[in-house]
Each structure stands twice: as C-alpha cells, then as structure tokens.
C-alpha cells in the first residue's frame, strides 16, 4: 500500500469522493505541511487534506489525479466553492518521489497547465484532524459541501 495526501479545499467532500475510489483502502481528514503538530492555536500554513492509502495494482496516482481533477478547480487559487483561505488551496504532498512525478506529469500533460494553481509538494508535517472531522459526510450528509452530491457519488461502491 502507499500514501499520499490530497488538499482540494473543504476536506470533508473530498474525503467523502475519495474513500468512494476503487483502489483507495483508507482516508483520513488531517492537515499538510503546516509547521506545527497542533490542532489548536494560530494558523500554521497547512492545508486542508485527505490521507489517502491506496493499492498501486488497482490505481495509479496518474488515476487519481484525474479523479482529483474531477473535485476540484485547478484554477483557483485558496479557494475551492465557498471555501476561501490558505488552508483550503489545492495540492498533492505525498513522502514518495514518484508520486510527486506522476502528479506533476498529469499536470504538464494538460493542455491548460499555464493556468493550473495546484501545488505539488514533498509532504514535510501531517496532522490528522479532530475526530468530529472524520467521515463528516457520513456522520452529517446535510452538512456543507463544495462538490454536488451527483459528483460525490459518482463512483460509490453499491
């Protein structure tokens, strides 16, 4: 199994889109690369994202990333829907190399890549966040979401 981390603004859809994927065994609600372990205090820098664990013999980060493309507007800078901040840009992180390659060639394979403003960074601090944001959407399915319901769906395992 491997890991990386996607940030694509408010993390609970993307969580709830993500763990539907086939390959993907688990996900996590956390916090990338911000400079601190703590859920609490000032804004560190992080952004809002989803551990993602997945097997590579059922689905490829050149895979992902195009599910990922599907959730997100790869044009907006700190902001995904209603969600505007720092915290909520779009991004790749993951403590694998390769990961990061594959995510930069999907990237530069696009015919728009001059206009796309999703970072892709080595993952340098991850903290999981607080329970009540884990499988929000699950536990709450009326609650704020960024990404229509149609396209959280879209791939949900029957």
Known sequence: METIYFAGGCLWGVQAFIR???GVVSTEAGRANGTSQSLYGEYDGYAECVKTVFDPEVVSVYELMNYF???IDPYSLNKQGEDVGKKYRSGVYSENERHLKEAKEYIEKRDNKERIVVEV???TNYVRSAEEHQ?????YPNDYCHIPKALLNKYKKK
């Open 69 to 71: 493309f599907e959730i």
């Open 135 to 139: 499988d929000r959407l699950e536990k």
């Open 121 to 123: 960074l080595p993952l």
């Open 20 to 22: 539907t994927l086939k």
